[in-house]
């Protein structure tokens, strides 16, 4: 079980739950700070008038904009003794909303320069996430909170204090301000804040693309659906956000009306379609498009006629006409496709208005029970008044929600396009044999040099000398320090303790990691490292016998004990190095040890069946011709050495790297993982299946 710092009921520091944001939802605090307290009549009055000029700059924004859920919303609040405007926002699905927030508040902040925001989501300071990259090391999600904040446009970061910095980094309740000591700084000095350009260009990079991104955003198609909703849609054209979302919400008990067989239980029956543009977002567009929805039985009649247009005629047409009718049924289909889901989700909104918290939802319920009361041949529009309306026929290209996925893989794997294809085809072209089939290779020129980059990286990763014991350096803010309990620090003390008084002989594990790996080693440093270190530490294990008593003798047993423990190292890596050698692991040249292991095999099947006078005669007779395991060992590793020449060393890597990578069986891995922080990532196995059995 995780511990945790966060203090629980019983807790002398338990001071209730903390309110957390409900998900895509931000929420923002506008603050008017002085050099000196104003009286809180003053306070008030100075933000209900930052309140009417952002109400007045919304409006005149987005006019003709649709919010997914929201719009900004700000009133005065009073607590703790704070004065100030509040605001929280449910932007759903549309990220957009809230940039757009951030931009109006920002603008804002520039009319007004005693006017200081704080605006985060349920993500926490996202304007921090945004400029991750170019953050200082001391600033972190632990310790962010209440320390950003907009003014004059700029935005502005509250740094550590002094009593803070000095304290160690495990103490994050003490890096931690509240809203409170921020406001403080704030109004009592606010030059210690820091203002970094290239931080802020960061935060505030997709906020470039506004105002031009608001109306950007919007998207028009032409629909097919009743007059009757065609004039809701005239006279509350930002009802169609809901209405699209209680469609993409849908459950099976919302739609049990719109299975009856018969239109007299709708309020939006499909009777008198009419063909107008829609306003949309193309967030909202996108979820409308993208849904599977079958026909209602009220709808299939619509669709059947739709199909079945230009059908039937009897007249021969030219190859032309053919294609100009078939479009025309196609986009007749698709608008009324499009109007069928409209429809459904506003029949769904409307039957929910009595239980819903949403102001368009009533006022939509309220116009269709306007029209059921006046009557619905005096109050709905003709043709020729729809005709009228502003935008009826436009209808926007919708290419932008079409997505080439040869161009998306061709991204995820760093390009290539077609000149990586040509060059693969004429790779094959060219390695055939007589017979005309392909001969397998070991890839094209990219893919072998990918290959020889793998073997330079690596090697190069080998040859590091920079690198310490400690391996990768991890930044602060990436450690989790969650479990630091008194336990768990003593824990870690004594185990710190531990890993000092163990001596690693790095060149040594070097040298056997290159062995195992293929990559020639370097014996004359080796072999210096080994008798450098036998003449500065001979056998020392009985030193400590008649040493004083004291101080010094209490020394001398620890060095003692260190170096026994080297020499225990040194012993077992050794034995571990004749063992691996046995069993052929470290040899380079694969036939060399095969034909190594046969031959043992061999001997040893003779010595097994042989009787004990025959045993005693091959032990002798191989003692006399001065012939040992040992030996051949030994000889065989010379000759090795002497015939790495004849071995391509590149090779044997690349085929170990690649042999470990296999047996991962594409699952996680140290072939996958270090490949990984080489930057190189390797394509899924996909063998020949004729290449199996062979050398």
């Known amino acids: 079980m995780e511990s945790t710092n966060e203090p629980r009921p019983g807790d002398d520091t338990f001071n209730g739950f903390q309110m957390s944001l409900p998900e895509n939802c931000v929420e923002y605090m506008l603050f008017v700070i002085n050099d000196?307290?104003?009286?809180?009549?003053?306070?008030?009055?100075?933000?209900?008038?930052?309140?009417?000029?952002?109400?007045?700059?919304?409006?005149?924004?987005?006019?003709?904009?649709?919010?997914q859920r929201e719009p900004l919303k700000l009133e005065t609040r009073i607590d703790n003794g704070l004065v100030y405007l509040h605001g929280r926002t449910d932007y759903g699905d549309n990220v957009e909303d809230e940039w757009l927030i951030v931009y109006l508040l920002r603008t804002l902040?520039?009319?007004?320069?005693?006017?200081?925001?704080?605006?985060?989501?349920?993500?926490?300071?996202?304007l921090l996430i945004e400029a991750a990259k170019v953050l200082p090391k001391w600033l972190s999600p632990e310790n962010d909170t209440n320390r950003v904040w907009i003014n004059r446009g700029q935005l502005r970061i509250i740094p550590l204090l002094p009593s803070s910095s000095s304290s160690p980094p495990s103490s994050?309740?003490?890096?931690?301000?509240?809203?409170?000591?921020?406001?403080?700084?704030?109004r009592t000095n606010p030059n210690i804040l820091i203002?970094?350009?290239?931080?802020?260009?960061?935060?505030?990079?997709?906020?470039?693309?506004?105002?031009?991104?608001?109306?950007?955003?919007?998207?028009h198609a032409l629909v097919t659906i009743p007059r009757k909703l065609a004039y809701i849609l005239h006279e509350r054209p930002k009802a169609v956000a809901p209405a699209v979302e209680a469609f993409y919400l849908r459950d099976p008990a919302s739609l049990k009306p719109l299975l009856s067989p018969t239109p007299d239980s709708l309020l939006l029956p499909p009777t008198d379609?009419?063909?107008?543009?829609?306003?949309?977002?193309?967030?909202?567009?996108?979820?409308?498009?993208?849904?599977?929805?079958?026909?209602p039985p009220v709808w299939r009649e619509h669709f059947l006629q739709a199909a079945q247009l230009n059908e039937?005629?009897?007249?021969?047409?030219?190859?032309?006409?053919?294609?100009?009718?078939?479009?025309?049924?196609?986009?007749?289909?698709?608008?009324?496709?499009?109007?069928?889901?409209?429809?459904?989700?506003?029949?769904?909104?409307?039957r929910g208005a009595e239980k819903?918290?949403?102001?368009?939802?009533?006022?939509?319920?309220?116009?269709?029970?306007?029209?059921?009361?006046?009557?619905?041949?005096?109050?709905l529009p003709t043709d020729e008044e729809i005709r009228m309306w502003k935008d009826v026929d436009r209808e926007d290209d919708d290419s932008w929600m079409d997505i080439d996925f040869a161009d998306f893989e061709r991204e995820l794997a760093g390009g290539g396009g077609v000149q990586g294809q040509s060059e693969q085809q004429k790779a094959g072209e060219d390695n055939r044999d007589a017979g005309g089939e392909t001969i397998p290779t070991f890839g094209d020129a990219t893919t072998q040099a990918d290959l020889r980059k793998m073997v330079s990286r690596f090697e190069a990763f080998l040859n590091d000398e920079t690198a310490g014991l400690d391996g990768a350096e991890i930044d602060e803010m990436d450690q989790d320090d969650d479990d630091d309990d008194d336990e768990d620090s003593d824990i870690d003390m004594d185990s710190e303790d531990e890993d000092k008084e163990v001596s690693f002989d790095e060149e040594q594990f070097s040298r056997m990691m290159r062995e195992m790996m293929g990559i020639p080693t370097t014996p004359t440093s080796a072999t210096t490292k080994s008798e450098t270190t036998a003449s500065q530490n001979p056998d020392t294990r009985g030193t400590g016998k008649g040493k004083g008593k004291g101080k010094g003798k209490d020394e001398d047993e620890d060095m003692d004990m260190g170096k026994d423990e080297q020499e225990e190292l040194e012993a077992l890596m050794a034995q571990m190095e004749k063992e691996l050698n046995s069993y052929g692991a470290l040899q380079l040249d694969p036939q060399k040890a095969k034909t190594k292991t046969s031959t043992r095999a061999l001997k040893g099947e003779v010595e097994e069946g042989s009787s004990k006078g025959e045993t005693r005669k091959i032990v002798k007779t191989t003692a006399a011709n001065g012939e040992s395991d040992d030996d051949d060992m030994d000889d065989d590793e010379e000759e090795e050495e002497g015939g790495g020449d004849a071995v391509d060393l590149d090779y044997n890597l690349a085929k170990n790297l690649l042999e470990s990578f296999k047996s991962q069986a594409g699952m996680a891995g140290p072939a996958s993982n270090l490949l990984g922080l080489m930057g190189m990532t390797l394509p899924r196995d996909e063998e020949y299946s004729d290449g199996e059995g062979k050398s």
């Open 36 to 67: 000196q307290p104003e009286a809180q009549r003053t306070t008030l009055s100075s933000l209900e008038t930052i309140r009417k000029v952002a109400l007045q700059r919304l409006d005149e924004l987005t006019k003709d904009y649709i919010w």
């Open 195 to 219: 203002h970094s350009p290239l931080i802020e260009a960061e935060a505030f990079y997709r906020l470039e693309k506004y105002p031009g991104q608001i109306a950007s955003s919007l998207h």
């Open 312 to 350: 039937g005629g009897g007249l021969s047409v030219s190859e032309k006409d053919e294609g100009k009718q078939a479009l025309q049924k196609l986009q007749t289909l698709a608008r009324l496709e499009m109007g069928m889901k409209l429809t459904t989700g506003f029949e769904i909104l409307a």
């Open 109 to 126: 902040s520039i009319s007004f320069p005693n006017l200081w925001i704080r605006i985060f989501d349920s993500d926490g300071e996202f």
């Open 273 to 295: 379609l009419v063909t107008i543009s829609v306003r949309l977002t193309k967030v909202l567009y996108a979820q409308l498009k993208s849904q599977h929805f079958d026909p």
């Open 172 to 186: 994050k309740a003490h890096n931690q301000i509240s809203l409170h000591e921020a406001l403080s700084i704030i």
């Open 356 to 379: 819903s918290d949403s102001r368009v939802a009533r006022e939509v319920a309220l116009l269709l029970e306007d029209l059921a009361e006046d009557g619905e041949e005096a109050a």
